[in-house]
Every structure is written in C-alpha cells, then in structure tokens.
C-alpha cells in the first residue's frame, strides 16, 4: 500500500528550535499548522504517531513539562508547532498567566499559523483549556480541527457516540471546525488527520 503523501513529509520532521515568545520564533513565512491539548491528552504521542518518530515529541511522565512553543522542520516552507500543554503543571498563578499571555500572541499575530489541531482526550472532552482553543479560533476564524484521542479506552460504539456529542456541542462554532476519532496506540484516524495536514499545508498527491 502507497505511503499517504502527508505522511511521507511528516517523516521528514526535524526539530529546528524552541521559542517563549514571539519574538523568538523562526521567521514569520511559509505555513504553520500548531498542535494544542491539555496536559495528558496525548499531545505528543499523537505527534509522534502522525509523524512516524518515536521521540520527535518527547512524552514526560509529567504532564506539563512542555512549557515553550516547539517547532519541526518538514522542508524550507512548512513547519510543525507542538504549544505548551496546560491542566497539571505544578507552577505559579503567575507563570502561568505568562504562558497564556505568549501563546496568545503566537496564536493571534502568526501570519504564518494555517490551521490548529486541538487534542482531547475522549474520555474528558470540552475542558476549560480545550473552550478557551475554540474561542481562540472563532475569534480569529483559525481553522481547527479536534483529534479525540485515546479512542483506543473505550468500545467503539461509545466513541461514537461521544464524538457525535462533542459535534452536537459545537455545531454554532463560527470558526471552520471539523473532528474525528484519533488513537496513537493503534493509529486510528491517522488518514484522516493526514489528510487535514495535507490539505492545510498544500501537499498534493503528487509531493
């Protein structure tokens, strides 16, 4: 079976440097898809799945030890972001209202930002960091597209379900919005996740 074309770039990725503020960041150019999710929502795992690199994003088993915005390299024009996981890091009121402050000038002045992939974990969806991702992106009319990850914990019939909820939930949603079931464990969804990546950063079937 052909490799999926989004694939085979992700394949590619290479971190190329971490950044706190916007000012850090790498050149404001090309396109950007971002990666978002509470702290034990799979972020990195599913990141490492999608791109094929077992430690591409590092797993801690400390959920919110990712606390700058890292990005990945797949060629001169596109690029990865994984942003800093928030919900159990252990830090002050104040540190972590400064997170907010610099994610929030990521996300809302970064021309080059296409599309935000938000994770949530399917047993625990619509958490108040994954509402503030939504607000975020019908205010700015940012793309987003929901991986509910972890299908894998529950039977299938239940994961439908909850998606199907979760789409009931959000169907007044300003922003373009789309979700699906997704599992790093056993790679459900990968296709379709792809297919999203491809269609934001321009990948023909052809690349």
């Given at each position: 079976?052909?490799?999926?074309?989004?694939?085979k770039?992700?394949?590619?990725?290479?971190?190329?440097?971490?950044?706190?503020?916007?000012?850090?960041?790498?050149p404001?150019e090309?396109?950007?898809?971002?990666?978002?999710?509470?702290?034990?929502?799979?972020?990195?795992?599913?990141?490492?799945?999608?791109?094929?690199?077992?430690?591409?994003?590092?797993?801690?088993?400390t959920?919110?030890?990712?606390?700058?915005?890292?990005?990945?390299?797949?060629?001169?024009?596109?690029?990865?972001?994984?942003?800093?996981?928030?919900?159990y890091?252990?830090?002050?009121?104040?540190?972590?209202?400064?997170?907010?402050?610099?994610?929030?000038?990521?996300?809302?002045?970064?021309?080059?930002?296409?599309?935000?992939?938000?994770m949530?974990?399917?047993?625990?969806?619509?958490?108040?960091?994954?509402?503030?991702?939504?607000?975020?992106?019908?205010?700015?009319?940012?793309?987003?597209?929901?991986?509910?990850?972890?299908?894998?914990?529950?039977?299938?019939?239940?994961?439908?379900?909850?998606?199907?909820?979760?789409?009931?939930?959000l169907?007044?949603?300003?922003?373009?919005?789309?979700?699906?079931?997704?599992?790093?464990t056993?790679?459900?969804?990968?296709?379709?996740?792809?297919?999203k990546?491809?269609?934001?950063l321009e990948?023909?079937?052809?690349?």
């Amino acid at each position: 079976m052909p490799m999926h074309p989004m694939e085979k770039m992700l394949h590619q990725a290479l971190f190329l440097q971490s950044a706190q503020r916007l000012d850090q960041c790498p050149p404001d150019e090309g396109l950007e898809v971002a990666f978002a999710g509470r702290s034990n929502a799979g972020k990195s795992s599913a990141i490492n799945r999608l791109t094929g690199q077992r430690t591409l994003a590092r797993t801690s088993k400390t959920p919110g030890r990712t606390q700058l915005l890292n990005f990945f390299q797949l060629d001169e024009e596109r690029r990865l972001v994984d942003l800093p996981g928030y919900g159990y890091a252990k830090v002050s009121k104040s540190k972590r209202n400064e997170w907010q402050e610099h994610l929030d000038h990521y996300l809302s002045e970064r021309q080059a930002l296409v599309g935000l992939v938000l994770m949530m974990d399917i047993r625990h969806p619509l958490k108040d960091f994954d509402l503030l991702m939504l607000e975020w992106s019908a205010q700015a009319n940012m793309p987003i597209h929901i991986l509910m990850t972890k299908a894998d914990k529950l039977k299938f019939g239940a994961a439908k379900s909850t998606l199907l909820q979760v789409k009931k939930h959000l169907k007044e949603h300003p922003a373009p919005l789309s979700l699906q079931l997704f599992s790093a464990t056993n790679g459900t969804g990968c296709d379709e996740a792809w297919d999203k990546l491809g269609e934001w950063l321009e990948i023909t079937p052809d690349a």
